[in-house]
T-cell receptor
Framework: KQEVTQIPAALSVPEGENLVLNCSFT??????LQWFRQDPGKGLTSLLL?????REQTSGRLNASLDKSSGRSTLYIAASQPGDSATYLC???????????FGKGTKLTVNP | DADVTQTPRNRITKTGKRIMLECSQT?????MYWYRQDPGLGLQLIYY???????NKGEISDGYSVSRQAQAKFSLSLESAIPNQTALYFC???????????????FGPGTRLTVL
């Protein structure tokens, strides 16, 4: 059974810092890995999707990497801003499955 | 206008009541999903549907039922609500890319359900 773990559960940083969020998964047979952002009281917004054949994806100040063999992904946020404060979730569809298995998220607070 | 909408956004009900949560999408996607989110547990899949004639149970379907009325509409029902069904409920849609790769899922804003 696929399990997804995110460390740390919460992170507080001063504005301007570069930071890394971690995601690990137990079954490397995945089609892709997605990173989502969730704001309080709101739904999830997809940030980046990395296909299994890719090693990284970039969008603005965000860079996500994927190492299937080790079962790990990282989300790098450059020059963090208070507006980046949210919960970040990673999710994978287990091999052959349409269903997403989510981590419990990392709650990020960026202090002005 | 939002691509995936959910109604109601908030609902308080009593134990034993029947509740229906509705989801509509304008993305034209065939695939739709219902998740629940509990503090400290992450999101768990309740039901999913690949088209109007294809409905599948997820990890935690007991106590829930669904109806896919049309490509754009997917409803979740709690036949007899109980307090441990208090949670945040999300609807999502997706469409596979060509070549079989799995595409991103698009989420609605969520429904906060409280069962007293």
């Amino acid at each position: 059974k696929q399990e997804v773990t995110q460390i740390p559960a919460a992170l507080s940083v001063p504005e301007g810092e570069n930071l890394v969020l971690n995601c690990s998964f137990t079954d490397s047979a995945i089609y892709n890995l997605q990173w989502f952002r969730q704001d309080p009281g709101k739904g999830l917004t997809s940030l980046l999707l990395i296909q299994s054949s890719q090693r990284e994806q970039t969008s603005g100040r965000l860079n996500a990497s994927l190492d299937k063999s080790s079962g790990r992904s990282t989300l790098y946020i450059a020059a963090s801003q208070p507006g980046d404060s949210a919960t970040y979730l990673c999710a994978v569809p287990p091999g052959g499955s349409e269903k997403l298995v989510f981590g419990k998220g990392t709650k990020l607070t960026v202090n002005p | 206008d939002a691509d995936v909408t959910q109604t109601p956004r908030n609902r308080i009900t009593k134990t034993g009541k029947r509740i229906m949560l509705e989801c509509s999408q304008t993305k034209g996607h065939d695939r739709m999903y219902w998740y629940r989110q509990d503090p400290g547990l992450g999101l768990q899949l309740i039901y999913y549907s690949f088209d109007v004639k294809d409905i599948n149970k997820g990890e935690i379907s007991d106590g829930y039922s669904v109806s896919r009325q049309a490509q754009a509409k997917f409803s979740l029902s709690l036949e007899s609500a109980i307090p441990n069904q208090t949670a945040l409920y999300f609807c999502a849609t997706s469409e596979p890319t060509s070549g079989g790769a799995k595409d991103t899922q698009y989420f609605g804003p969520g429904t906060r359900l409280t069962v007293l």
